[in-house]
């Protein structure tokens, strides 16, 4: 499985931006797809994830309420809508998938991922 990150870029505080991550390969129900997010001095940190094939959306609680997680099943594309932005959303972006199904309680674990895409990098300014 490879991923493809894309849609980061320069925004102002209160901007939107949407990233998408399509992927090759095979997917199948129950795979876990996500979004982490790294700055510089911290560990690689959860965004948002979904489960191929299933509905429910999970979001760390910085960006619940502004972030969307969702899936195109025709070009396996998972997208991350990111609304009012703030500085503190400076970050890489990376979207990752998991090689097998994946339970609810690893959803926000790095490890619980295979498959990472190259990284977007999302500049907010204040």
């Known amino acids: 499985v490879q991923l493809q990150a894309s849609g980061g870029g320069l925004v102002q505080a209160g901007g939107s931006l949407r990233l998408s991550c399509e992927a090759s390969?095979?997917?199948?129900?129950?795979?876990?797809k996500a979004w982490f997010r790294h700055t510089p001095g911290k560990e690689r940190g959860f965004v948002a994830a979904i489960r191929w094939g299933m509905d429910n959306t999970y979001y760390a609680d910085s960006v619940k309420g502004r972030f969307v997680i969702s899936r195109d099943n025709a070009k396996n594309t998972v997208y991350l809508q990111m609304n009012k932005l703030n500085p503190e959303d400076t970050a890489v972006y990376y979207c990752?998938?998991?090689?097998?199904?994946?339970?609810?309680?690893?959803?926000?674990?790095?490890?619980?991922?295979?498959?990472w895409g190259q990284g977007t990098l999302v500049t907010v300014s204040s």
């Open positions: 390969g095979r997917t199948f129900r129950g795979q876990g």
């Open positions: 990752a998938a998991s090689r097998a199904g994946i339970i609810l309680s690893a959803l926000r674990e790095v490890r619980s991922y295979d498959y």
